[in-house]
């Protein structure tokens, strides 16, 4: 959000009940509304902070930045097309804020219009070529459709005119093909050995530099440093694993065969969607990209709309007991609504990517009957190390503590166990080591499940050229490849947490 207040994180506390204070003094400010509302936003809490600036916004129509923070709110909400309606009235008020600029071009990437958001970012660049976070913004778009040099210098462009930006750094070690020389390890080390660096640009350097000495294999520091990146992040995020452990609890308990048999006709019949689910960094962006290689497949993206659906539901899961059928054939039919939004071609099936869904495979079955659901399944340890080492630009909020990545990947096959139990054959499980090792047996499985023919594009996945959002980016455009196999063992004496918490599922 555009910065109404610097604050640091624990002052919020402080100027919270200070605000609350004076608006019910002078509840028609709008100015202390909008920083009222900046400081919900501080803390994700996005329904509240749009709350707020829509009543600054009636209070004072012309008050741009509260209409530009709203914008933001939306855009966090993944309500990109709202937030697109309102940038075009905010940059007509003023049109030479390249903040606006580069939140509309991250709008129209949201939405699928890659190369309209890059020649925005262009524009805004030759007019203000000094702006480091909107060279980071421009690489970030640039590696999404695949021009991985030019986002590279993006990147290299925008630590030339701020070498502490951390997320600058952590995106050229995302990209999981650049290897750091000495010269960048020692201007990350003479960064991170600052005392006034941000605590954002803290975390990712510490990402970055572990994925530096991962490469030089040297686990010592390496581990080091993602343990340093990953206990700073977890301080500034609310995760509870027994609320999760909770859900999966409930979600068992309502899924029973009576249950399900009662609802046997209920939904959507639409056969649209192939919903790639599962834990993240599990494989789902490979088999992603299988899929979308087939003439009648359009992939898309993370699509955030089964989890908003789903917070519509009171008392959810067991809410989903009180829905009839007409309820949900709305919530498939609303689900296919907004998904479209994402559609950019007439190919009859789409895929939906977001991991995270495998909690909500329930009402995926019940809202859309037809639909087909694929588990991604990765070796445990590999897959949760892999998170370990991971930051995520948001949500994801399990993976910053190996004790939480533990329990949720427990949850999660916990919850997928049932569902095989209750409704046989309904998911088809991919696993990824199976999917290295006879790759055309598994493609055509694959295929075979979603009711596809067998194409050979889909042998020749890397060829596909689309755009991909996710980390495993620039790895879906090279040949099938064991790199990340084992990639935990050189870390094994620090693991224990996560061996713990795994249980017996760190065997199977």
């Known amino acids: 959000m555009q910065a109404a207040l610097a604050l640091h994180d624990n002052q919020l506390h402080v100027a919270e009940p200070l605000l609350k204070a004076y608006l019910k003094r002078d509840p028609f400010d709008a100015r202390a509304i909008r920083m009222l509302a900046e400081l919900a936003g501080r803390i994700g809490r996005y329904g509240d902070a749009e709350a707020l600036l829509r009543r600054a916004v009636e209070l004072a129509p012309g008050f741009t930045a509260a209409r530009a923070n709203l914008a933001l709110v939306l855009y966090r909400q993944n309500r990109a097309p709202e937030a697109l309606t309102l940038l075009d009235a905010v940059i007509a008020d003023e049109p030479d804020n390249p903040g606006h600029a580069n939140l509309k071009a991250a709008a129209l990437g949201r939405l699928g219009g890659f190369e309209d958001a890059i020649a925005l ?16 913004s421009y690489g970030h778009m640039l590696k999404t459709v695949g021009r991985r040099d030019d986002g590279i210098a993006a990147y290299r462009r925008a630590l030339s005119l701020l070498p502490t930006l951390g997320d600058a750094w952590w995106s050229l070690a995302n990209l999981k093909t650049v290897k750091f020389d000495d010269d960048d390890i020692a201007a990350m080390e003479a960064a991170l050995a600052r005392d006034d660096l941000d605590d954002e640009d803290r975390f990712h350097l510490d990402f970055a530099l572990g994925k530096a000495f991962e490469d030089r294999r040297d686990p010592v520091q390496s581990f080091a440093h993602y343990a340093a990146g990953n206990a700073l992040r977890r301080t500034r995020i609310v995760y509870d694993a027994d609320e999760t452990s909770a859900f999966v609890d409930r979600s068992i308990a309502l899924l029973t065969p009576e249950f399900l048999a009662a609802r046997h006709d209920h939904g959507s019949t639409t056969p649209d969607p192939i919903f790639v689910l599962g834990m993240p960094r599990a494989g789902s962006t490979l088999i992603e990209q299988i899929l979308a290689s087939h003439s009648l497949v359009e992939g898309t993206t993370e699509l955030p709309d089964m989890p908003a659906l789903a917070r519509r539901i009171a008392h959810y899961p067991q809410g989903l007991e009180a829905l009839s059928a007409d309820a949900l054939r709305d919530i498939g039919e609303d689900y296919l609504r907004r998904a479209a939004i994402q559609r950019r071609t007439d190919r009859p099936f789409f895929i939906d990517k977001l991991p995270n869904n495998w909690a909500h495979v329930a009402l995926i079955h019940l809202a859309l009957p037809n639909a087909r659901i694929i588990d991604a399944r990765r070796d445990p340890l590999d897959c949760c190390f892999s998170n370990f080492k991971q930051h995520y630009a948001r949500g ?10 533990g329990r ?9 166990t049932h569902v095989d139990a209750v409704l046989p054959g309904r998911v088809h499980r991919v696993d990824h080591e199976a999917l290295l090792d006879d790759t055309e047996a598994e493609v055509r499985a694959l295929l075979a499940a979603c009711g596809l023919d067998f194409e050979p594009a889909c042998l020749a996945f890397h060829e596909t050229e689309r755009a991909v959002r996710t980390a495993s980016s620039e790895q879906v455009r090279r040949p099938i490849n064991r790199d990340g196999v084992d990639a935990w063992r050189p870390y094994d004496q620090w693991l224990g947490p996560l061996r713990s918490a795994l249980g017996l599922a760190a065997t199977t």
Not at 122 to 128: C, G, P, T
Request: charge should be negative.
């Open 121 to 136: 970012y262009e524009k805004v660049l030759r007019d203000a070529p000094g702006q480091p976070r909107v060279w980071l």
């Open 408 to 416: 949720y990947y427990t949850d999660y096959v916990r919850l997928m």
């Open 396 to 405: 994801q909020t399990f993976s910053y503590s190996l004790d939480d990545l």
